[in-house]
C-alpha cells in the first residue's frame, strides 16, 4: 500500500472511530436525560402503582426486539404527542432492520375503558436492557412485542421470557407478534403458543399490525382485562 492509499485508510478508521463515539455520547446523553429534574415530567408524576390504582390509572411497558413496532404502536394509540429518545442504531441486529432506534423510552398515554394507561416503551437493542428492569417498577402489565420478521423468531420469545420472566410470571403480560403476514417464515400462531406454554407461560399470543390504533387498542384492552381480572382474583 502507497502512502497516499494509507493516509486515506487511517483517515477513514479515524472518521469511524469518531462516529462511533458521537452516536456513543448521543446514546448515552438520551439516557441521562431520565435523570434530569422535569426531563420527563410524565414519568415523574405517574407514582406508585398503588396511587395509580386509586385513580383508575395503569402503567404498562412495551417491550421487543428491534423493529417489532414499539415505538409505531405507542404512536397510533397516544393521545398526546409522543415523548421519544431515538438515535440512530448501533447494534448490527437493529442496523439490518431500521436507521434509528429508541434509546431510552417512548411515553405515550391513552384511555380504554375509562382507564388512563401510561405507556412506556423500552429500547429493543440489548446493550439498553437494564432500561425495562427500570421501566418495570411500578408496572402493572407488559405487551411483548416480537416481529416475526426475525430470523429466529422464537430465539426472541426465549430472549424476553427469560429477560422478564419474574415480572411475566408475577404481572399480567400479552404476546404480539408483529410482521405475521409480510415475510416469509414458516412460524405459525400455534407455534408461539406451544412454545409459550411449554416454558411455564400463560400469557395470551395476538397478531398486531403496530400501525393500525384499533388492534393496538384490542391488545391493550386484552392486557388491561388480564390486570382487572388479576386484580379481582387476588381480592
Do not use: W
Not at 472511530?17 to 455520547?25: N, S
Not at 441521562?32 to 414519568?43: D, E, G, I, Q, W
Not at 420478521?149 to 420469545?157: D, H, K
Amino acid at each position: 500500500m502507497d502512502m497516499k492509499n494509507f493516509a486515506s485508510s487511517a483517515d477513514a478508521a479515524a472518521n469511524l472511530e469518531a462516529l462511533k463515539a458521537h452516536l456513543d455520547r448521543r446514546e448515552s446523553n438520551a439516557i441521562n436525560t431520565l435523570v434530569k429534574p422535569n426531563a420527563f415530567l410524565p414519568m415523574q408524576d405517574v407514582g406508585s402503582k398503588h396511587t395509580l390504582h386509586q385513580k383508575n390509572e395503569l402503567k404498562i411497558v412495551v417491550a421487543g426486539n428491534v423493529g417489532s413496532g414499539k415505538s409505531t404502536s405507542i404512536r397510533a394509540i397516544s393521545e398526546i404527542p409522543v415523548i421519544c429518545t431515538e438515535a440512530r442504531a448501533t447494534e448490527s441486529d437493529a442496523l439490518h432492520r431500521k436507521e434509528t432506534t429508541t434509546t431510552a423510552i417512548d411515553y405515550g398515554v391513552a384511555h380504554i375503558e375509562n382507564t388512563k394507561l401510561h405507556i412506556y416503551g423500552a429500547p429493543g437493542q440489548r446493550r439498553f436492557d437494564f432500561m425495562t428492569d427500570i421501566l418495570c417498577r411500578g408496572a402493572s402489565g407488559m405487551v411483548v412485542m416480537v416481529d416475526n420478521g426475525s430470523q429466529n423468531p422464537l430465539i426472541e420469545i426465549d430472549y424476553y421470557l427469560n429477560q422478564h420472566g419474574n415480572f411475566l410470571k408475577s404481572s399480567s403480560g400479552v404476546i404480539a407478534i408483529t410482521h405475521f403476514d409480510d415475510n416469509n417464515t414458516q412460524t405459525s400462531l400455534l407455534d408461539y403458543h406451544t412454545y409459550i406454554l411449554k416454558n411455564g407461560f400463560t400469557c395470551p399470543v395476538m397478531l398486531l399490525d403496530a400501525r393500525n390504533k384499533q388492534e393496538v387498542e384490542k391488545v391493550l384492552l386484552k392486557l388491561l382485562l388480564q390486570i382487572r381480572s388479576a386484580k379481582n382474583g387476588k381480592a
